[in-house]
T-cell receptor, first 114, second 112 residues
């Protein structure tokens, strides 16, 4: 089967650093993505890692270790507006392995407190 | 800007009705997806399509079907709506499998 595991909730204070972990188990793997979703809104893309290592985009960084089937999203200098749900996503084999499908984890609700 | 548009923001249907959820994207994307989102369960893939008239089951296809007659439009069909299909439905599209997915605003479907 396939699974993407994330913590359900994380709480942090403004200005702090928080790390959201994702471990995955899939039949295929073509990269790990992260999405942000504010309450009542649509998910929006944050980052994509195809290879091992750290990708940095402003206050957000994402890390991937393919040998450990593990990745994380790092949010620095937290702001109140970062309060949202964060989802990791993996491209996995479709039925028969001929296609790729995009599957998501269960999401991590980040609460940033003043 | 890429735009993915879902036909309805809120929908209320009766048990047993046939329900159509429509999704249109304006960026000539090859791949389109339908997910449902429920508290604590994340986004679960119902069906996806990688080309016109091509479709593939996701992880929870039971009770659903899809149609993709034109590249820009991907429809989700609930053949006979049931109360356990009450959920938020999200449509997404991607240009290819290594680029970001763009989502519609979602349709909150209530089946009574």
């Amino acid at each position: 089967g396939q699974s993407l595991e994330q913590p359900s909730e994380v709480t942090a204070v403004e200005g702090a650093i928080v790390q959201i972990n994702c471990t995955y188990q899939t039949s295929g793997f073509y990269g790990l993505s992260w999405y942000q979703q504010h309450d009542g809104g649509a998910p929006t893309f944050l980052s994509y890692n195809a290879l091992d290592g750290l990708e940095e985009t402003g206050r957000f960084s994402s890390f991937l270790s393919r040998s450990d089937s593990y990745g994380y999203l790092l949010l620095q200098e937290l702001q109140m507006k970062d309060s949202a749900s964060y989802f990791c996503a993996v491209r996995d084999h479709g039925y028969g392995g001929a296609t790729n499908k995009l599957i998501f984890g269960t999401g991590t609700l980040l609460a940033v407190q003043p | 800007d890429v735009k993915v548009t879902q036909s309805s923001r809120y929908l209320v249907k009766r048990t047993g009705e046939k329900v159509f959820l429509e999704c249109v994207q304006d960026m000539d994307h090859e791949n389109m997806f339908w997910y449902r989102q429920d508290p604590g369960l994340g986004l679960r893939l119902i069906y996806f399509s990688y080309d016109v008239k091509m479709k593939e089951k996701g992880d929870i296809p039971e009770g659903y079907s899809v149609s993709r007659e034109k590249k820009e439009r991907f429809s989700l069909i609930l053949e006979s709506a049931s109360t356990n299909q009450t959920s938020m439905y999200l449509c997404a599209s991607t240009r290819d499998m290594n680029t970001e997915a763009f989502f519609g605003q979602g349709t909150r479907l209530t089946v009574v």
